[in-house]
């Protein structure tokens, strides 16, 4: 419909350049809050971005949550700042299918200040979403947007971090998406100055992606690009065999050695292995 959370045109045109906070927004979600919803927090905004530790909004909106808690809840996310709220997500977990998707877009973080300068480190990213998941958190590898990198290596650190499904998500491109909002000019700006153009080509993505996918499937880890891949974080949970789960995972997570990668405990669906055959 083009409505984005009151955003305006000139909003567009300065994007990235100033926070607008809700003050209301955890009185209004306490009040909007019913037990069928599947929640997306948030796919324009980074929750967890830096103006967030003085504004602390997030505590307030997880709080409702656990008051009314929804059928799911995702929180995409880059910011290692959610740690600060991990006894609410750790409770809010207790009463719904949560989720956190936490973007890992590149290897290499000479790369990372390229394109995301203002953001947290791999290192710091990597080791919010070991503690996430050591938590008890669904914690799911998020390679979005991809960013040049060392494929095997990306995927690599991505299983060792989590033990979820991992989800990729290229450059948009107009000749895939051919509709909605494409990767934004200045992070094209940049590939080309330094010679990553080929990371925008679809052909170029597919082929990183499969390999990606290879990789992961060969772990038993299920692996989905896209759309398809950001629909496995508002598909509910085998709620009652969740806690089981999760401490076969986690004590698996615990036991690791350096280089070594965690299996799933069910496995993947033969569907998504069934695509790594390249």
């Known amino acids: 419909m083009g409505i984005y959370g009151g955003l305006h045109p000139e909003d567009w045109r300065r994007w990235g350049q100033f926070t607008t906070f809700k003050a209301n927004a955890p009185e209004l979600l306490a009040r909007a809050l019913r037990p069928e919803q599947a929640i997306y927090c948030s796919p324009l905004v980074d929750p967890y971005q830096p103006a967030e530790a003085s504004q602390a909004i997030m505590p307030r909106l997880l709080d409702a949550a656990i008051e009314h808690p929804p059928r799911t809840l995702t929180i995409q996310t880059r910011g290692p700042l959610i740690l600060r709220d991990l006894g609410r997500l750790i409770e809010l977990s207790r009463r719904t299918a949560l989720r956190v998707s936490f973007s890992l877009t590149t290897d290499r973080d000479d790369i990372r200040r390229l394109y995301e300068p203002l953001c947290a480190s791999i290192g710091e990213r990597l080791r919010a979403m070991r503690q996430l998941t050591l938590s008890g958190i669904a914690t799911h590898a998020t390679l ?5 990198c060392n494929p095997e290596t990306l995927i690599d650190l991505a299983l060792e971090a989590t033990t979820q499904a991992i989800i990729c998500d290229p450059f948009h491109v107009r000749a895939v998406k051919t509709t909605g909002a494409t990767t934004r000019e200045a992070a094209l700006k940049i590939s080309v100055r330094r010679g990553f153009s080929p990371w925008h080509d679809p052909q170029f993505q597919a082929e990183i992606a499969a390999r990606l996918r290879a990789r992961a499937c060969a772990a038993g880890r299920p692996f989905e690009t896209g759309i398809a891949g950001f629909r496995i974080l508002s598909q509910p949970t085998q709620h009652i065999n969740r806690a089981e ?8 997570l615990r036991e690791l ?19 790594a055959r390249i």
């Open 257 to 275: 050695s350096v280089g070594q990668t965690p299996r799933s405990a069910d496995g993947p669906p033969a569907v998504l292995c069934e695509q």
């Open 245 to 252: 789960s999760t401490v076969a995972q986690v004590s698996d």
């Open 144 to 148: 979005a947007p991809l960013l040049p």
